[in-house]
């Protein structure tokens, strides 16, 4: 039987290593592209079966009509967030397949390394200490236990976040759309989130509704100091008014693990460059911000997952009727897709 061909985008080197070490990696044939997949580059995929991609792959009206006129059955994302797909467009066009879940420790246990590098200054320390400076001024930080973090989304990263700061004696109040019943959650208004909260952090999906929803006017609601933790999408935050509300000084430190315009900037070596975005520099260059890109995700045992739940995803595509892990805008709300038919979505 011929394998089923994969033209997977944005390829790096820990990308093929976990691809290559996968059990599954024999059943397919896999050409690596370290281009990311756009309107230009979605030639590349002229003969194959899927299209394989990550957060910062654009597929817009243009690209699926591109890959669907190419004969290209099925996007599958080696991630959880899908909001680079057009997936309304997409229905009934083109099938897309996500990893639902591959490590939600991953990326809640960056959250709280960005959160005690941020308010113990290790950051600062390193440097220090690596320089043989071991002066404390200007080190002080806040204890956790006792301070109340606002979670925003509690889903399965969401709730690891939670547990871990409840380890911290810290109290924990949270905002989700779709509130889960009986989970002894404290669910508060998201006004009351802004209130409240000496440590926000963001675990919900970005959608058309809630884009930039950290903004001038929800940070003027914030307590004065408030640390700002976004491991989620970018553009949940309004990038400007957060560099002018650290100026302010009403927010009081930034753990950005995503940026509303990382997709030229993030995966990428710019140190010998000169980098043209002035919001992100001026945010780099505050001593309580901390930006990692889009790093979270990034544990031996996260790459594993997303390697054999992709492969598993296209195979289950190609050979069966069902395929559980679709992402269709039908199936629910598209912010909250929970698959409830047993067959594929069209
Ligand atoms: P999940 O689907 O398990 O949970 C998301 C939660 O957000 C759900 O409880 C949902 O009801 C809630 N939600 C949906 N719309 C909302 C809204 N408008 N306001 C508040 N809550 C809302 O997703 P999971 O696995 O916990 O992932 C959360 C997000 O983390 C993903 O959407 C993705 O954007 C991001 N992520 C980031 C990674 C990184 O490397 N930085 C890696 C993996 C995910």
């Known amino acids: 039987m011929e394998k089923i061909k994969i033209a ?8 093929k290593n976990s691809f290559i070490s996968s059990n599954l990696n ?8 370290e281009t990311r997949l756009t309107k230009d580059t979605c030639k590349l995929a002229e003969g194959y079966d899927v299209v394989c991609i990550f957060v910062n792959d654009d597929v817009n009206h243009e690209v699926i009509d591109a890959l669907c006129k190419m004969g290209v059955k099925l996007i599958a994302l080696r991630c959880a967030g899908y909001n680079n797909v057009d997936i309304e467009y997409a229905y009934g066009k083109i099938h897309v397949v996500r990893v639902p879940a591959y490590s939600p420790y991953a990326v809640a246990e960056h959250a709280m390394a960005l959160l005690l590098t941020s308010i113990r200054r290790i950051h ?21 236990h006792g301070k109340t973090v606002g979670v925003i ?16 004696g810290m109290n924990v109040i949270a905002y989700d759309k779709f509130p889960a019943a009986d989970s002894g959650i404290e669910y508060v208004s998201l006004d009351e989130i802004w209130e409240r909260s000496d440590i926000i952090s963001l675990h919900c999906p970005l959608t058309d509704e809630n884009r930039h929803m950290i903004n001038a006017e929800t940070m003027k609601k914030m ?12 553009a949940l935050i ?21 940026y509303e315009e990382e997709s030229n900037v993030f995966f990428h070596d710019y140190s ?15 001593p ?55 067959k594929k979505c069209f």
């Open 272 to 286: 010998n460059h000169i980098v043209n975005d002035d919001t992100l520099a001026r945010l780099i260059s505050m």
């Open 26 to 33: 024999e059943e397919f044939e896999i050409a690596y592209f």
């Open 153 to 168: 989304g509690t889903g399965k990263i969401g709730r690891v976040f939670m547990d871990i700061c409840k380890g911290f």
């Open 223 to 234: 307590k004065k100091g408030v640390v700002i933790i976004n491991t989620s999408r970018g």
């Open 288 to 342: 309580n911000v901390i930006v990692t890109s889009h790093q979270a995700f990034l544990t031996n045992e996260a790459l594993t997952n997303i390697a054999d739940t992709t492969l598993d995803n296209i195979r289950e595509f190609f050979e069966k009727d069902t395929c559980p892990n679709e992402v269709c805008y039908k199936c629910a709300n598209i912010a909250n897709c929970k698959q409830t038919h047993e």
């Open 8 to 15: 997977f985008y944005d390829a790096k080197e820990y990308d």
């Open 238 to 258: 309004d990038s400007e008014a957060l560099v002018e509300g650290i100026k302010a000084r009403q927010i009081g430190a930034a753990c950005l693990d995503v």
């Open 124 to 144: 600062k320390a390193y440097i220090r200490t690596k320089d043989f400076n071991f002066s404390l001024n200007g080190l002080t930080g806040f204890d956790l």
